[in-house]
């Protein structure tokens, strides 16, 4: 089955840190980029970086101030967001999605920063 | 960064009618603007890519144009599963966006 799954989300203190997974299935993971797409509650998506199918090219949404980290391991079907310096406003479901399009979507992993 | 605005917030039609929702891009996309819908506990799906192109298993209801700058959903027919959220995004840029999203419900 052709599928994308986060996990890694959790509830944690203002200030904290965590690193979101995301897995590939059922497809050519390292022919498509992989994007990480936040969505607070109640408010619409939000892009928030993306790592190209080799990884040589990251980009992240210029909000972030250099605090997530998008990362790719190949020989896992894996992408990772490392988020340091954590703040109430990064909370939300998080999701990860396939290519320029975003055609494949995870079921998102819930992040909650609050003390 | 190319700001989406996406009109009207709210569309209240009944089962059956027709809705036109639109997305207007900050400066030209080309045609680089894809469409999803998203209901309550669920991720958003791909509607429609490159502006006119529906996404596999998506219905001949629904149909993108547009090009440049003015964007446009249109859903000929609307069934009760239709009733969501429709939120435009432009992958023109390396920096992508989203439009605030358009609430379709039901009259």
């Known amino acids: 089955e052709v599928q994308l799954v986060e996990s890694g989300g959790d509830l944690v203190q203002p200030g904290g840190s965590l690193r979101l997974s995301c897995v590939g299935s059922g497809f050519t993971f390292t022919s498509y980029s992989i994007n990480w797409i936040r969505q607070a509650p109640g408010k619409g998506p939000e892009w928030v970086a993306s790592?190209?199918?080799?990884?040589?090219?990251?980009y992240y949404t210029g909000s972030l101030k250099g605090r997530f980290t998008i990362s790719r391991d190949s020989t896992k079907n894996s992408v990772y967001l490392q988020m340091n310096s954590l703040r109430a406003e990064d909370t939300g479901v998080y999701y990860c999605?396939?290519?320029?399009?975003?055609?494949?979507w995870g079921q998102g992993t819930l992040v909650t920063v609050s003390s | 960064e190319i700001v989406l605005t996406q009109s009207p917030g709210t569309l209240s039609l009944s089962p059956g009618e027709g809705a036109t929702l639109s997305c207007r891009a900050s400066?030209?996309?080309?045609?680089?603007l894809a469409w999803y819908q998203q209901t309550p506990g669920q991720a958003p799906r791909l509607l429609i890519f490159g502006a006119t192109n529906r996404a596999t298993g998506i219905p001949d209801r629904f149909s993108g144009s547009g090009s440049g700058t003015d964007f446009t959903l249109t859903i000929s027919r609307l069934e009760p599963e239709d009733f969501a959220v429709y939120y435009c995004h432009q992958y023109g840029s390396p920096l992508r966006t989203f439009g605030q999203g358009t609430k379709v419900e039901i009259k």
């Open positions: 400066q030209s996309i080309s045609t680089s």
């Open positions: 790592i190209s199918g080799s990884g040589d090219f990251i």
């Open positions: 999605a396939r290519g320029g399009q975003f055609d494949l």
